[in-house]
């Protein structure tokens, strides 16, 4: 070691090779267990070399495979022989296509080998090394979402025996990419991801319980359906009573978070779009027609029959208009003579103002006596159309009746009683079905005693719901209800920050100063477009800080755009240039210390204040070099929380993560994350050159260092379905 750190590198490889060659000698388990620790010191070192040659990559293989069988209960040789060999097939498959590569025997055997490395290091893997067996857990599934269907490489996930194979709780750690994959390839009961779910769901029936209750939601049939076989094969066979509850809990919750009131609402305004804007009716019809299915069944609660009550009979009106415009589209098209789109919404006022004039001229005629000749074909479909639109305009009428009246009422409900929008969960008691977020791997949970009877409704644009949950453990549990989102992305950020935190705590740089940690909080979607998120105390927005402290003061909120349009009263028409001088001139007209005096005042000594201000310092530096990772923008005041106690800064909504943001057509964040000067103020003296610069470039180091765990987690992410659709931007019909 002292030759390799001093840079004789060819002198310590040749020191480290004679004394494995003179170890061999030896036949004693201590002799066995030193030259294995030998291979591997010779297996790194030779890999480290810088510009490797393939010769001296197949030599480090081959010292991992001779100190894995050395010694057997080497977590180190298994990992390093599984991600040596994990390495030989990228590489292989990076030159060429996977059925090219996969029909070469080397490249074969060296997948068989990574998977096989992979199983043994996860049953080998202890707490102390958490990031490295999760590094392997991410690889083994990256190797099976790309060649699982291998007969060979499927055996060493799941033995034909049952015995063997990756540890089954291992697979909790990785459980939202599991269940992602659902339906999207093959879920028989012979494939190993239907295997691995049924075995996981016996024995952890509360871990898939939500995931599950959150597949059986989904618009394709067949994700569905094999959500509802893993259901039955697994959970439901030993917990069913759990199962019917999970069930009952997930779509009650649902229920509670997205209002009739607010499904029109939203409905009616997509709608509107589709239909005035772009002129669509197919998309404005798919939208209506499965709310007024809804409607039509009937409802379920007092607040539903109150809905109906109210807007009920304005509703089926305008259900029967839709229905008439459909009869005429359809005589329409049994004419045989559509062979032009349909018209946008723009070009009805104007058909309907030339019909009135035709139908003006015809009673005119008729007056004088004239008899009608018989309608040819054209005039019989010019007439179809004009009595389709006629039907929708009369609809939209009603529609827009409807929405004047619910946009209304809907400030009015800032709490919603249990009793009157879902009387199901109020009689939930002592349920077997945990707490979201409760659930440990050894089975410990807190389960739910009851639901509180109240739930209060924040008074955002996505109206949130704040509601609370009464453990068997006579804790109270908090959680906010968010509907109109999906939370499945979220689910997957904090996966990452898991991974961080788990390498932050590793590495002796980072773990002397303990609270290097992203704060995470329980994150369970319970549907495509609603989840339930876990309430952390005590902290605040930035927004809301900046705001109280300038309301007090008498300040208004947004002094810096007032400032800016007293400069430039026409800012929009100016150039770039000029934007940017009005933006500076703004800033020196104004203080922004906001911040740094909350800190300031909300400390109640100045060694509190100290204390809070380095938290505060670092717990920025870390989300800054983390979310920089991730690509993670809409960094707004709004989605920065601060810890009142500590001072620590809590990010929260991960919905535009991979740079997404950075690429949208207005407004494109060119930021890797978020430093402005209210933010830097609030450092004090040192501003970014003091605690928050020496933090982000030890946290840097430690992500770079352990690029292969980062990198492992991020083309999980990769082999993600909603990920990959999110990506893309290409989301089929009837895909999530």
Not at 255 to 270: D, F, P, Q, T
Request: charged fraction near 30%; aromatic fraction near 6%; charge should be positive.
């Amino acid at each position: 070691k002292h030759c390799w750190r001093a840079g004789r590198e060819s002198d310590a490889l040749l020191r480290a090779e004679g004394l494995a060659e003179a170890l061999a000698k030896e036949d004693d388990d201590d002799s066995r267990k030193l030259r294995a620790r030998c291979l591997l010191r010779v297996g790194d070192w030779k890999l480290a070399q810088q510009d490797a040659t393939p010769r001296q990559q197949k030599d480090a293989a081959d010292a991992f495979r001779a100190a894995a069988s050395l010694d057997g209960s080497s977590y180190k040789a298994w990992h390093a022989w599984a991600l040596a060999n994990y390495r030989a097939v990228q590489r292989a498959t990076r030159r060429r296509t996977d059925a090219a590569a996969l029909s070469r025997p080397e490249v074969r055997a060296q997948l068989v080998a990574a998977a096989r490395g992979f199983v043994r290091a996860l049953a080998l893997g202890t707490r102390r090394r958490a990031a490295s067996a999760q590094q392997d857990l991410l690889n083994l599934l990256n190797l099976w979402f790309r060649f699982g269907r291998q007969p060979d490489v499927e055996a060493q996930l799941v033995p034909r025996d049952e015995e063997g194979g990756a540890p089954l709780d291992a697979w909790l750690g990785v459980l939202p990419q599991l269940i992602a994959r659902v339906g999207a390839g093959d879920s028989s009961p012979r494939s190993a991801l239907y295997q691995v779910l049924a075995r996981l769901g016996a024995r952890h029936p509360q871990a898939l319980a939500y995931p599950l209750a959150l597949q059986l939601k989904s618009p394709r049939a067949d994700r569905a359906a094999a959500a509802r076989a893993i259901i039955d094969a697994g959970p439901r066979r030993v917990a069913a009573r759990l199962v019917e509850q999970a069930l009952l809990v997930s779509e009650e919750l649902v229920r509670v978070a997205i209002l009739w009131h607010e499904k029109w609402h939203e409905g009616l305004e997509e709608a509107s779009r589709l239909y005035f804007g772009d002129g669509d009716v197919e998309a404005m019809l798919a939208i209506l027609k499965p709310l007024h299915a809804e409607l039509d069944a009937g409802p379920t609660t007092l607040r539903e029959a109150s809905f109906k009550q109210a807007f009920g009979r304005d509703l089926r009106e305008a259900a029967r208009c839709l229905g008439e415009y459909e009869n005429c589209v359809e005589k329409e098209q049994a004419l045989g003579l559509d062979d032009t789109p349909r018209r946008k919404a723009s070009d009805v006022a104007e058909d309907a103002a030339a019909a009135a004039v035709a139908a003006d001229a015809k009673a005119a005629a008729k007056e004088r006596g004239d008899e009608d000749e018989p309608q040819s074909p054209q005039s019989q479909r010019a007439k179809l159309r004009d009595d389709a639109d006629a039907a929708l305009n009369q609809a939209w009428d009603l529609y827009y009746t409807v929405f004047r009246r619910v946009n209304k009422q809907l400030p009015q409900l800032t709490t919603l009683e249990l009793r009157y929008v879902s009387p199901a969960l109020l009689n939930a008691r002592s349920l077997e079905l945990a707490v979201p977020g409760t659930y440990r791997v050894d089975g410990s949970a807190a389960r739910i005693a009851r639901f509180s009877p109240s739930v209060h409704v924040i008074t955002s644009k996505q109206r949130p719901r704040r509601l609370a949950m009464r453990g068997e453990d006579g804790r109270e549990y908090g959680f906010l209800l968010k509907g109109h989102e999906d939370l499945r992305q979220d689910e997957r950020a904090m996966q990452l920050f898991g991974l961080a935190n788990a390498l932050l705590a590793k590495d002796r740089r980072t773990s002397e100063h303990g609270h290097l940690l992203i704060q995470r909080y329980a994150i369970t979607p319970l549907s495509q477009n609603c989840g339930i998120i876990g309430w952390v105390p005590a902290c605040d927005t930035l927004h809301a800080l900046v705001r109280d402290f300038r309301d007090a003061r008498k300040v208004v909120l947004n002094v810096e755009h007032r400032v800016m349009l007293q400069l430039a009263p026409d800012y929009d028409a100016l150039t770039l240039p000029q934007k940017v001088e009005v933006f500076h001139a703004a800033l020196a007209n104004t203080a922004g210390h906001d911040l740094s005096k909350v800190l300031w005042l909300k400390s109640s000594h100045s060694e509190q204040w100290l204390e809070r201000r380095t938290h505060y310092a670092r717990s920025l530096a870390v989300m800054s070099m983390v979310g920089h990772i991730l690509g993670l923008g809409d960094r707004h005041p709004s989605n920065l929380m601060l810890d009142r106690r500590t001072g620590k800064v809590l990010h929260i909504d991960f919905g535009d993560c991979f740079e997404v943001a950075m690429h949208r057509d207005k407004f494109p964040e060119r930021v890797p994350f978020r430093l402005t000067r209210m933010l830097v103020h609030a450092m004090e003296v040192s501003g970014v050159e003091g605690t928050y610069r020496l933090t982000c470039e030890r946290v840097m180091r430690v992500l770079r260092d352990n690029r292969d765990s980062l990198l492992s987690m991020l083309e999980a992410f990769i082999h993600d379905p909603l990920i990959s659709w999110r990506l893309l931007g290409a989301q089929e019909p009837g895909d999530e």
